[in-house]
């Protein structure tokens, strides 16, 4: 293995790029990414970028010298158009092609739209630095916010807001907001959260479509009620970054379809991040991660995989993620599926420990200001713990 390409120069392909390198691999070593920027850091931009703690140059993943250190070509810039996967190529935007003896499809997601915005002015998405920054300088106009989906993203772009004593209306298509990452009950406890800082919460309202000539004025909803907007951010999911994957023939399904080593169906060709969806063998069935954590985890174990394809490693992670909304951590290890249980809940309301069992299965757990706590629990997912050690420990 003389040539590595790895495809997406974000927190996955950097990382996969430097275990690389750590493991002794000194072979030619390229990372293409669509973005002009260098790899940067990308759950500041809806935290401490976007409510101005932090400048651009903060969200930088790794030091000039750092990556210098790496010896690596960045291609910036230039997005994948198509890969031929027996000529083993990528063919780039501008034209050129990269041959390759390893790929690693690093390549992300990109945040879901709606239909009906005619490129109305005001609306937002929230995945790149670019992004941020342009969503940062709208709320400096003290506009009125709308939210659409109740996600982290969303949830989180709500908490600043009103921050800056915004007026703020999110708008949830599902019964609860944070219902599909943490299931209704504990998405009902985030939703108060935002109820008592002053977000209107709406929840089963669909989004119809927007008014506005130039900019948008309205949201209309499919209730046929509407609400004054200047400025509206769209949350509801992203998609896999494989479009330019339809003709290669590796298989594709909610992202690049990989076995439990995170192969992909052609040979040599590797996935790693928000991209990539492998067989888990602890869950029995293939799962997508969208979180900082994975995708750092997943790159160790690809680079490892492939320096040795001979005895390749399983993947079998702990998932886990974090979000800052009011000045309150919530945390979530494993997995939200099942029933769940408060087991722990401070007299002020302000913290809270869930855990989530199906049948004698500890399946996850769900911390509010609760780090030390969420910790053990980690640990306990980690070794495989049955639902009564869980409970007996956390108690």
């Keep these: 293995m003389k040539r590595v390409l790895v495809v997406g120069a ?5 990382c996969t790029a430097e275990a690389l390198r750590r493991n002794g691999y000194d072979g030619s070593l390229t990372l293409v990414g669509d973005e002009q920027a260098m790899p940067y850091d990308r759950p500041p931009l809806s935290k401490q970028l976007l409510s101005g703690d932090w400048a651009p140059e903060r969200t930088a993943l790794r030091s000039d010298e750092a990556l210098a250190a790496l010896e690596v070509e960045f291609r910036l810039g230039e997005r994948a158009r198509a890969l031929d996967p027996v000529a083993k190529t990528v063919e780039l935007s501008g034209g050129s092609s990269l041959p390759y003896d390893a790929l690693v499809v690093a390549t992300g997601a990109r945040p879901r739209s709606l239909p009906g915005l005619r490129g109305l002015e005001g609306v937002h998405t929230l995945r790149t630095l670019g992004d941020a920054l342009a969503l940062r300088d709208a709320l400096a106009k003290r506009p009125r916010v709308v ?7 969303g949830a989180e772009v709500a ?8 007026p703020v ?15 209704e009950r ?17 929840c089963g309202r669909a989004v119809a479509g927007f008014d506005g000539d130039t900019a948008v004025e309205r949201v209309r909803l499919e209730d046929g009620s509407t609400i004054d907007a200047d400025l509206v951010v769209v949350g509801i999911g992203a998609t896999p970054a494989v479009g330019w994957l339809a003709d290669s023939g590796i298989r594709l399904d909610d992202g690049v379809l990989c076995d439990a080593y995170c192969r992909a169906s052609a040979p040599d060709v590797y996935a790693a991040g928000d991209v990539a969806r492998w067989f888990h063998p602890g869950y029995g069935r293939h799962v997508r991660l969208e979180n900082w954590t994975n995708a750092r985890e997943q790159a160790a174990v690809v680079a490892r995989n492939m320096l040795d ?18 000045g309150t951590r919530i945390q979530l290890a ?21 855990l989530y069992r199906d049948g004698d299965r500890f399946e996850g757990a769900l911390a509010i200001n ?14 495989g713990a049955d639902w009564h050690e869980a409970l007996a420990t956390a108690a």
Excluded: K
Excluded at 10 to 14: F, H, K, M, T, Y
């Design 186 to 202: 504990m998405g009902e406890a985030c939703a108060r959260l935002h109820v008592r800082n002053g977000v209107r919460v709406l």
């Design 169 to 183: 209306t999110l708008v949830e298509a599902l019964p609860v907001p944070l219902s599909r990452g943490l299931g």
């Design 159 to 166: 908490a600043e807001a009103r921050r800056r004593d915004l």
């Design 334 to 354: 494993g997995r939200s599926s099942g029933d769940v249980r408060i087991v722990h809940e401070g007299e002020d309301q302000e913290s809270l420990l869930a």
């Design 309 to 326: 394809p001979g005895s390749p490693v399983e993947y079998t992670p702990v998932p886990y993620v974090w979000s800052d909304q009011y």
């Design 10 to 14: 974000s927190l996955a392909g950097l």
């Design 370 to 383: 609760s780090a030390r706590r969420l910790l053990d629990c980690r640990r306990l997912l980690a070794r």
């Design 147 to 153: 939210i659409v989906g109740g996600g982290f993203v």
